[in-house]
């Protein structure tokens, strides 16, 4: 019984329908099903499998983002009944992201946003044009262990340094990593700034913070 | 073009603007330009603003069907029938030949390009190709604009501007060069989807007041900020030009516009743009064909390609993105120099580009079907003497009349042998030497001195006024 349960679940992601998603998370919860095991036996492997089927080429962003969706709408419903029972899913770190001062970009950001929350990653993703008080102040607030900076526009990637400067005056340099995108955004620009790495698109940001995260 | 726009596909791709811009609207948070709108028409609905119909058929009416831009020897009329052509603007790096490497581009490598491009024959007007990095970004606008002006005479489309403030001292250094009216085309860019929040307003308002002409540049990319089809990506793009039309014209009635598409597709895998597509050209051309429905001069990429280096794949890509919308009538085509989407540049592809675009104009041209080009009365008198065309004084007459065409780069050895023994260069190597020989032989004017020292002066007081300390 819970099994088909876990299927449905399991078939929701990799079809990328949220509300399906939503609506039988619901249904596992009201009959009873442990929110841990609708995580690990539903939701976990629709992701395992949607990412399979990327690597295999099959899949697409587009069918990455939809079920990080639906993964993000279930957790919704499924953290307030793991708080109840003192339980927590491991989270692979804690991001702090948002596009600079200046710059109103955001879908690259955004993507990189999402594809760190769909891998396990807890995100704070601060908008564009952020004030980089903002950035400190909230990399404080939430224990970042990662700050993700972007910038499309070669007048305001400059502001990414300022922001490693503030880390370093507000003496919080050395508790996190620091990453940094954008299309004028290169290594050498990462290296020259202090950065701790540079990812060139969204997959590459994942890869590039787990293993910032385990060094 | 697969399907044909017809008047009919043309008209529904402007009417779904309409309806995105009336039932959907776009977001902005500039007071200024909100009320003006409003004034006009416009009304919130969700937190965005639309636009009623009349209002947008009203400004397309009135916007002027060509577009003058003048520079110190040349001048180019947008909409006049011909095809005109510049570069790229604004890449970060300069590609190394040698070495397959990228370095920053500096103020050397504008003034450098420009000096290049003006001296060759099928680049219209010039771009500032770089963003010199090796000024602080409040001064790289204007550093941009001042190493262009002084190296070329052609017309100059100056660099995309972010901010009201570059607007104001870009048109000053223009009225430098140019007089009160500088006809020096300025571009700016919404965010796409619809996103109008921030300077951008006041930054199309302000090119307005200073009565430059403007060249609005979205940027959607097909399904991720623009809709997965491409014809609805077509419609996101229109509706975006014509809110800064709208704007525009409200502010300065008759401000001469280009409409400028700049429509790309992702690499779905990983997000990354891929200009090489062919969907580029074929959404160009279709973006064409709607400006020209509004009876506007069009603006498209274009010579673009996905490839890193300037080799086979970047050839055959853009080729192709630049012949579509010519063949559909572009007015303008930008491109020259354009390397893996716009990052980065060097003096063989502006080359190289030249002759791509010599080879479109070819075709453009067409050739000649009258009763001397058809030839029968040659053709019995070659048969009637040597039986060939070479001696004939029929040939010598198309010859001189360029019915076939010999391009900067293309005239080369007669085969294999004499090519190796000649060096075996590629058009790679052609394209260096001729960049080379064209760098030491070619001379532009300079500036009157209190022009250059006009110049000098708005950069310092520019500086002054955000340095920091």
């Given at each position: 019984m819970d099994h088909e349960f876990f299927n449905t679940l399991t078939n929701n992601l990799v079809e990328g329908d949220p509300d399906a998603t939503v609506a039988n998370t619901r249904q596992a919860l009201e009959a009873g099903i442990e929110p841990m095991r609708i995580i690990k036996e539903g939701l976990v492997p629709g992701m395992n499998i949607v990412g399979e089927k990327f690597s295999s080429g099959e899949f697409f962003l587009p069918d990455l983002i939809i079920a990080a969706d639906c993964m993000q709408k279930a957790m919704e419903l499924l953290e307030p009944e793991l708080r109840a029972r003192r339980q927590e899913v491991e989270s692979a770190g804690i991001v702090v992201i948002g596009t600079v001062k200046g710059d109103i970009h955001e879908i690259g950001k955004s993507l990189v946003a999402t594809m760190l929350s769909a891998n396990g990653f807890k995100v704070h993703d601060l908008g564009v044009d952020v004030p980089t008080a903002t950035f400190i102040s909230r990399v404080q607030e939430v224990g970042a262990q990662m700050l993700g900076m972007s910038a499309l526009l070669t007048t305001t990637m400059t502001v990414q340094e300022e922001v490693i400067q503030a880390l370093k005056e507000a003496g919080l340099r050395d508790r996190l990593k620091v990453?940094?995108?954008?299309?004028?955004?290169?290594?050498?620009?990462?290296?020259?700034?202090?950065?701790?790495?540079?990812?060139?698109?969204?997959?590459?940001?994942?890869?590039?913070?787990?293993?910032?995260?385990?060094? | 073009m697969n399907p044909p726009l017809s008047e009919e596909t043309l008209l529904a791709m402007h009417q779904s603007s309409l309806r995105v811009l009336c039932e959907t609207g776009f977001m902005i948070d500039d007071k200024e330009a909100t009320q003006l709108l409003c004034a006009h028409g416009a009304w919130v609905k969700r937190g965005r603003l639309c636009l009623p119909p009349q209002l947008i058929e009203n400004?397309?009416?009135?916007?002027?069907?060509?577009?003058?831009?003048?520079?110190?020897?040349?001048?180019?009329?947008?909409?006049?029938?011909?095809?005109?052509?510049?570069?790229?603007?604004?890449?970060?790096?300069?590609?190394?030949?040698?070495?397959?490497?990228?370095?920053?581009?500096?103020?050397?490598?504008?003034?450098?390009?420009?000096?290049?491009?003006?001296?060759?024959?099928?680049?219209?007007?010039i771009t500032p190709l770089y963003t010199p990095r090796d000024v602080p970004p409040a001064l790289m606008a204007p550093a941009m604009f001042d190493q262009v002006v002084r190296h070329t005479t052609k017309p100059i489309n100056g660099p995309g501007v972010s901010t009201p403030e570059e607007v104001k001292v870009l048109s000053e250094m223009a009225r430098v060069v140019f007089g009160d009216h500088p006809a020096v085309s300025l571009g700016a860019s919404p965010v796409s989807p619809l996103n109008f929040l921030g300077p951008i307003p006041q930054v199309i308002m302000e090119i307005a007041r200073q009565g430059l002409p403007f060249g609005p540049l979205p940027c959607p990319n097909v399904g991720a900020t623009a809709p997965m089809s491409l014809a609805g990506a077509i419609v996101l793009q229109n509706a975006e030009l014509l809110v800064c039309l709208v704007l525009a014209h409200l502010v300065h009635p008759g401000l001469?516009?280009?409409?400028?598409?700049?429509?790309?597709?992702?690499?779905?895998?990983?997000?990354?743009?891929?200009?090489?597509?062919?969907?580029?050209?074929?959404?160009?051309?279709?973006?064409?064909?709607?400006?020209?429905?509004?009876?506007?001069?069009?603006?498209?990429?274009?010579?673009?390609?996905?490839?890193?280096?300037?080799?086979?794949?970047?050839?055959?890509?853009?080729?192709?993105?630049?012949?579509?919308?010519?063949?559909?009538?572009?007015?303008?085509?930008?491109?020259?120099?354009?390397?893996?989407?716009?990052?980065?540049?060097?003096?063989?592809?502006?080359?190289?580009?030249?002759?791509?675009?010599?080879?479109?104009?070819?075709?453009?041209?067409?050739?000649?079907?009258?009763?001397?080009?058809?030839?029968?009365?040659?053709?019995?008198?070659?048969?009637?003497?040597?039986?060939?065309?070479?001696?004939?004084?029929?040939?010598?007459?198309?010859?001189?009349?360029?019915?076939?065409?010999?391009?900067?780069?293309?005239?080369?050895?007669?085969?294999?042998?004499?090519?190796?023994?000649?060096?075996?260069?590629?058009?790679?190597?052609?394209?260096?030497?001729?960049?080379?020989?064209?760098?030491?032989?070619?001379?532009?004017?300079?500036?009157?001195?209190?022009?250059?020292?006009?110049?000098?002066?708005?950069?310092?007081?520019?500086?002054?006024?955000?340095?920091?300390?």
């Open positions: 990453m940094v995108g954008g299309a004028p955004v290169t290594q050498a620009w990462a290296d020259q700034i202090g950065a701790d790495g540079f990812a060139e698109d969204a997959i590459g940001a994942v890869q590039l913070a787990r293993k910032l995260m385990s060094s | 400004c397309l009416q009135d916007c002027p069907k060509e577009v003058v831009l003048q520079g110190r020897a040349e001048k180019i009329t947008l909409g006049d029938g011909g095809l005109y052509v510049h570069n790229m603007g604004g890449a970060r790096d300069v590609y190394e030949l040698t070495g397959g490497r990228l370095r920053p581009a500096t103020c050397r490598d504008v003034a450098e390009s420009t000096l290049l491009m003006d001296a060759l024959e099928n680049v219209s007007s001469p516009i280009i409409y400028c598409g700049r429509l790309s597709v992702l690499n779905m895998r990983n997000g990354a743009p891929l200009w090489g597509n062919p969907e580029v050209g074929m959404m160009a051309a279709a973006t064409v064909r709607l400006g020209h429905h509004y009876r506007l001069p069009v603006n498209v990429y274009g010579l673009a390609g996905s490839g890193f280096a300037p080799d086979m794949q970047s050839g055959y890509e853009r080729a192709i993105n630049a012949f579509l919308p010519a063949l559909a009538g572009a007015d303008e085509l930008s491109g020259i120099g354009e390397m893996a989407g716009g990052v980065y540049s060097c003096n063989v592809q502006i080359l190289i580009d030249n002759d791509i675009i010599g080879a479109i104009r070819r075709v453009l041209r067409g050739f000649p079907v009258d009763d001397e080009a058809l030839a029968v009365e040659a053709i019995e008198q070659a048969m009637e003497s040597r039986r060939d065309f070479m001696r004939s004084p029929h040939t010598r007459k198309y010859l001189r009349n360029n019915e076939v065409w010999a391009g900067r780069l293309g005239l080369q050895e007669s085969g294999w042998e004499s090519w190796s023994r000649a060096g075996a260069r590629t058009i790679l190597d052609r394209a260096h030497y001729e960049a080379q020989r064209l760098l030491e032989q070619h001379q532009v004017p300079s500036l009157p001195d209190e022009q250059i020292k006009a110049l000098d002066e708005i950069m310092k007081s520019t500086w002054k006024q955000v340095e920091p300390g």
